[in-house]
């Protein structure tokens, strides 16, 4: 079975400072992952997405992640943090292969930025 | 591109009454639609996946008579939640899925809360 564990509730900090949210995963086979960003009483928006093509994923608004295989994780950068970043981060992966999975939803990890 | 409204953003009802949230798909055909519930911090939760002009398949543990769901066409989902009580009270989301593509697009969500 498909799932994923964000290591940690909760990570603070400062406005300018690199951004790292941790994701593992477990999979039967090859996984399409994704990360989306809620902000509060709001939607989900698609940060970036990896489908089996390059392992460095760019996505929106400065993120990227890096699909690594061998350490099944999928971690979440940002080189420098901005305050309107302050939100729920949620690493999810699809629960079959190829197109047609449900989204099985990390625990969330929430982002802090302080000015 | 790939927009999804939801309809009410929020909405407040007696216990007992029956409350429907509008899903749509501004600009794309969503062949799947989803709908999800969340907790106060808590992570989305799958209740039910409905393909257009099909019956809807429900997550186990999910009331099928209480959480009624219509996909009447390839823009429009409806989630209508009879006989509400106070511990149906969550934020609902969908999502929306189009062709074989595996992205699903989110809705900004609808707060409910029943009295």
């Known amino acids: 079975a498909q799932s994923v564990t964000q290591l940690d509730s909760h990570v603070s900090v400062s406005e300018g400072t690199p951004v790292l949210l941790r994701c593992n995963y477990s999979?039967?086979?090859?996984?399409?992952l994704f990360w989306y960003v809620q902000h509060p009483n709001k939607g989900l928006q698609l940060l970036l997405k990896y489908t089996s093509a390059a392992t460095l994923v760019k996505g929106i608004n400065g993120f990227e992640a890096e699909f690594k295989k061998s350490e099944t994780s999928f971690h979440l950068t940002k080189p420098s943090a901005h305050m309107s970043d302050a939100a729920e981060y949620f690493c999810v992966v699809s629960d079959q292969g190829g197109s047609q999975g449900n989204l099985i939803f990390g625990k969330g990890t929430k982002l802090s930025v302080k000015p | 591109g790939a927009v999804v409204s939801q309809h009410p953003s929020w909405v407040i009802c007696k216990s007992g009454t029956s409350v429907k949230i509008e899903c749509r798909s501004l600009d794309f055909q969503a062949t799947t639609m989803f709908w999800y519930r969340q907790f106060p911090k808590q992570s989305l939760m799958l209740m039910a996946t409905s393909n257009e002009g099909s019956k809807a398949t429900y997550e186990q543990g999910v009331e099928k008579d209480k959480f009624l769901i219509n996909h009447a066409s390839l823009t429009l989902s409806t989630l209508t939640v009879t006989s509400a009580h106070p511990e149906d009270s969550s934020f609902y989301i969908c999502?929306?899925?189009?062709?074989?593509?595996?992205?699903?697009?989110f809705g900004p969500g609808t707060r409910l809360t029943v009295l």
């Open positions: 999979s039967s086979y090859s996984p399409s």
């Open positions: 999502s929306a899925r189009y062709g074989t593509r595996d992205t699903q697009y």
